[in-house]
Protein backbone atom coordinates (compact mmCIF):
# COMPACT_ATOMS: atom_id res chain seq x y z
CA UNK A 1 0.00 0.00 0.00
CA UNK A 2 1.24 3.68 -0.77
CA UNK A 3 2.69 5.53 2.33
CA UNK A 4 0.55 8.64 1.13
CA UNK A 5 -2.75 8.41 -0.35
CA UNK A 6 -3.66 11.16 -2.30
CA UNK A 7 -7.56 11.81 -3.43
CA UNK A 8 -9.09 12.01 -5.47
CA UNK A 9 -7.10 10.48 -8.42
CA UNK A 10 -8.75 13.14 -10.78
CA UNK A 11 -10.71 15.96 -10.60
CA UNK A 12 -12.79 18.09 -13.20
CA UNK A 13 -14.10 21.52 -11.89
CA UNK A 14 -15.59 24.25 -13.78
CA UNK A 15 -13.22 27.40 -13.37
CA UNK A 16 -14.37 29.56 -10.50
CA UNK A 17 -15.50 26.93 -8.63
CA UNK A 18 -13.81 25.69 -5.09
CA UNK A 19 -12.07 22.52 -4.78
CA UNK A 20 -10.13 20.25 -1.77
CA UNK A 21 -7.52 17.92 -2.23
CA UNK A 22 -6.65 15.46 0.03
CA UNK A 23 -2.99 14.06 1.18
CA UNK A 24 -3.10 10.67 4.03
CA UNK A 25 -0.37 9.37 5.22
CA UNK A 26 0.35 5.86 6.59
CA UNK A 27 3.54 6.65 8.71
CA UNK A 28 4.13 9.92 11.13
CA UNK A 29 4.28 12.99 9.32
CA UNK A 30 7.46 15.22 10.26
CA UNK A 31 6.91 17.42 7.17
CA UNK A 32 4.57 17.96 4.60
CA UNK A 33 4.97 19.44 1.00
CA UNK A 34 3.13 20.29 -1.62
CA UNK A 35 3.98 20.76 -5.16
CA UNK A 36 2.35 21.56 -8.50
CA UNK A 37 3.63 19.78 -11.64
CA UNK A 38 2.87 20.99 -14.94
CA UNK A 39 2.29 18.23 -17.60
CA UNK A 40 6.26 17.75 -18.95
CA UNK A 41 7.98 20.33 -15.83
CA UNK A 42 9.16 20.15 -13.38
CA UNK A 43 7.64 20.03 -9.56
CA UNK A 44 6.98 24.14 -8.28
CA UNK A 45 6.63 23.94 -4.07
CA UNK A 46 3.92 25.35 -2.98
CA UNK A 47 4.00 24.96 0.99
CA UNK A 48 5.50 23.13 3.72
CA UNK A 49 3.78 21.99 7.06
CA UNK A 50 5.42 21.04 9.85
CA UNK A 51 3.08 21.41 13.14
CA UNK A 52 -0.03 20.16 13.46
CA UNK A 53 -3.14 22.62 13.14
CA UNK A 54 -0.78 24.23 10.91
CA UNK A 55 -2.47 26.37 8.06
CA UNK A 56 -0.72 28.50 5.11
CA UNK A 57 -1.91 30.22 2.36
CA UNK A 58 -0.56 31.73 -0.95
CA UNK A 59 -3.12 33.34 -3.00
CA UNK A 60 -5.80 31.99 -3.57
CA UNK A 61 -4.21 28.18 -2.45
CA UNK A 62 -4.47 27.09 1.52
CA UNK A 63 -3.19 24.27 3.30
CA UNK A 64 -4.08 22.81 6.45
CA UNK A 65 -1.77 19.42 8.25
CA UNK A 66 -3.76 17.57 11.16
CA UNK A 67 -1.35 15.82 12.52
CA UNK A 68 -3.74 13.48 14.60
CA UNK A 69 -5.18 12.22 12.08
CA UNK A 70 -1.71 12.24 9.83
CA UNK A 71 -3.79 14.13 7.07
CA UNK A 72 -3.59 17.20 4.97
CA UNK A 73 -5.75 19.24 2.39
CA UNK A 74 -5.22 21.58 -0.42
CA UNK A 75 -7.88 24.06 -0.89
CA UNK A 76 -8.76 26.41 -4.00
CA UNK A 77 -10.63 29.10 -4.17
CA UNK A 78 -12.37 30.33 -7.32
CA UNK A 79 -10.17 28.11 -9.70
CA UNK A 80 -8.89 29.44 -12.54
CA UNK A 81 -7.03 27.65 -15.59
CA UNK A 82 -3.88 28.73 -14.25
CA UNK A 83 -3.97 25.96 -11.36
CA UNK A 84 -4.32 23.04 -13.76
CA UNK A 85 -1.73 20.45 -13.45
CA UNK A 86 -0.86 17.85 -11.10
CA UNK A 87 -0.84 18.47 -7.41
CA UNK A 88 1.49 16.46 -5.14
CA UNK A 89 1.79 16.12 -1.29
CA UNK A 90 5.43 14.53 -0.05
CA UNK A 91 6.32 13.52 3.13
CA UNK A 92 9.77 13.57 4.93
CA UNK A 93 11.06 10.25 6.43
CA UNK A 94 12.20 12.28 9.69
CA UNK A 95 15.18 9.63 10.21
CA UNK A 96 18.06 11.82 8.60
CA UNK A 97 17.66 10.55 5.27
CA UNK A 98 15.94 13.31 3.57
CA UNK A 99 14.45 11.97 0.39
CA UNK A 100 10.68 12.76 -0.01
CA UNK A 101 8.06 10.00 -0.77
CA UNK A 102 4.95 11.42 -2.51
CA UNK A 103 1.95 10.37 -3.44
CA UNK A 104 0.77 9.42 -6.75
CA UNK A 105 -0.83 12.89 -7.15
CA UNK A 106 -4.47 14.42 -8.05
CA UNK A 107 -4.77 15.38 -11.63
CA UNK A 108 -6.81 19.00 -11.73
CA UNK A 109 -8.20 20.00 -15.11
CA UNK A 110 -10.45 23.15 -14.72
CA UNK A 111 -13.23 24.05 -17.41
CA UNK A 112 -13.99 27.31 -18.72
CA UNK B 1 17.96 33.79 -9.26
CA UNK B 2 18.74 30.86 -11.36
CA UNK B 3 16.93 27.60 -9.86
CA UNK B 4 17.79 24.40 -10.68
CA UNK B 5 19.41 23.49 -13.54
CA UNK B 6 19.09 20.08 -15.28
CA UNK B 7 20.54 18.95 -18.63
CA UNK B 8 20.02 17.56 -21.03
CA UNK B 9 16.22 18.36 -20.90
CA UNK B 10 15.91 15.31 -23.48
CA UNK B 11 18.28 12.06 -23.78
CA UNK B 12 17.61 9.60 -26.75
CA UNK B 13 20.52 6.58 -26.09
CA UNK B 14 19.83 3.05 -27.65
CA UNK B 15 20.19 -0.06 -25.01
CA UNK B 16 23.82 -0.74 -23.74
CA UNK B 17 24.69 2.95 -23.79
CA UNK B 18 25.60 5.06 -21.23
CA UNK B 19 23.64 8.08 -20.13
CA UNK B 20 25.07 11.56 -18.20
CA UNK B 21 22.54 13.38 -16.74
CA UNK B 22 23.09 16.62 -15.22
CA UNK B 23 21.92 19.06 -12.26
CA UNK B 24 23.47 21.74 -11.00
CA UNK B 25 21.74 23.07 -7.72
CA UNK B 26 20.28 26.73 -6.95
CA UNK B 27 23.09 29.09 -5.61
CA UNK B 28 24.06 28.32 -2.36
CA UNK B 29 22.25 25.18 -2.25
CA UNK B 30 24.79 21.82 -0.90
CA UNK B 31 22.21 19.49 -1.01
CA UNK B 32 21.26 17.80 -3.76
CA UNK B 33 18.37 15.08 -4.21
CA UNK B 34 17.50 12.68 -7.18
CA UNK B 35 14.59 11.22 -8.14
CA UNK B 36 13.04 9.12 -10.73
CA UNK B 37 9.47 9.39 -12.57
CA UNK B 38 7.32 6.41 -13.86
CA UNK B 39 4.46 7.03 -15.67
CA UNK B 40 2.71 4.26 -13.59
CA UNK B 41 4.69 4.81 -10.76
CA UNK B 42 4.67 8.40 -9.90
CA UNK B 43 7.89 9.94 -7.92
CA UNK B 44 10.53 7.93 -6.26
CA UNK B 45 13.80 9.10 -4.44
CA UNK B 46 16.71 7.64 -5.54
CA UNK B 47 19.38 9.08 -3.70
CA UNK B 48 20.77 12.10 -1.58
CA UNK B 49 24.46 13.70 -2.19
CA UNK B 50 26.27 16.19 -0.11
CA UNK B 51 29.24 17.82 -1.78
CA UNK B 52 31.43 14.70 -2.22
CA UNK B 53 29.59 12.58 -0.14
CA UNK B 54 26.69 10.08 -0.73
CA UNK B 55 24.24 10.47 2.37
CA UNK B 56 21.61 8.53 1.69
CA UNK B 57 21.40 6.00 -1.76
CA UNK B 58 18.59 3.72 -0.50
CA UNK B 59 16.05 4.50 -3.59
CA UNK B 60 18.80 3.36 -6.43
CA UNK B 61 19.18 0.52 -8.07
CA UNK B 62 21.95 -1.34 -6.83
CA UNK B 63 23.59 -1.95 -10.46
CA UNK B 64 24.08 0.33 -13.53
CA UNK B 65 23.42 3.34 -11.61
CA UNK B 66 25.74 5.60 -9.85
CA UNK B 67 25.66 9.44 -8.74
CA UNK B 68 28.34 12.11 -7.69
CA UNK B 69 28.47 15.72 -6.81
CA UNK B 70 32.26 16.55 -7.29
CA UNK B 71 33.82 19.58 -5.20
CA UNK B 72 33.54 21.57 -8.14
CA UNK B 73 31.27 21.36 -10.86
CA UNK B 74 27.53 19.49 -11.47
CA UNK B 75 26.21 16.44 -9.61
CA UNK B 76 25.54 13.75 -12.01
CA UNK B 77 23.85 10.69 -12.20
CA UNK B 78 25.58 8.10 -14.30
CA UNK B 79 23.40 5.12 -15.93
CA UNK B 80 25.52 2.69 -17.50
CA UNK B 81 24.26 -0.23 -20.40
CA UNK B 82 20.71 1.41 -20.33
CA UNK B 83 17.52 -1.19 -20.76
CA UNK B 84 14.18 0.21 -22.02
CA UNK B 85 12.89 0.22 -18.35
CA UNK B 86 15.27 3.36 -17.47
CA UNK B 87 13.23 5.41 -19.70
CA UNK B 88 11.63 8.36 -17.39
CA UNK B 89 11.92 11.57 -16.44
CA UNK B 90 14.69 12.04 -13.56
CA UNK B 91 14.48 14.87 -11.69
CA UNK B 92 16.76 16.55 -9.33
CA UNK B 93 16.18 18.91 -6.48
CA UNK B 94 18.27 21.21 -4.20
CA UNK B 95 18.03 22.30 -0.68
CA UNK B 96 20.04 24.84 1.71
CA UNK B 97 20.16 22.62 4.55
CA UNK B 98 19.28 19.30 5.31
CA UNK B 99 16.39 17.95 7.54
CA UNK B 100 12.67 17.44 7.32
CA UNK B 101 11.39 20.61 7.35
CA UNK B 102 13.62 22.10 4.41
CA UNK B 103 11.94 22.75 1.16
CA UNK B 104 13.36 21.05 -1.93
CA UNK B 105 13.66 22.91 -4.94
CA UNK B 106 13.16 21.14 -8.39
CA UNK B 107 14.71 21.08 -11.78
CA UNK B 108 12.59 20.84 -14.97
CA UNK B 109 14.16 17.13 -14.97
CA UNK B 110 15.47 15.44 -18.12
CA UNK B 111 13.76 12.80 -20.05
CA UNK B 112 15.19 9.68 -20.83
CA UNK B 113 14.79 7.70 -24.02
CA UNK B 114 15.89 4.03 -24.74
CA UNK B 115 15.36 2.82 -28.22
Known amino acids: SQELEQSPQSLIVQEGKNLTINCTSS?????LYWYKQKYGEGLIFLMMLQKGGEEKSHEKITAKLDEKKQQSSLHITASQPSHAGIYLCGRSSGGGADGLTFGKGTHLIIQP | NAGVMQNPRHLVRRRGQEARLRCSPMKGHSHVYWYRQLPEEGLKFMVYLQKENIIDESGMPKERFSAEFPKEGPSILRIQQVVRGDSAAYFC?????????????FGDGTRLSIL
Open chain 1, 27 to 31: KTLYG
Open chain 2, 93 to 105: ASSSAPGPYQPQH
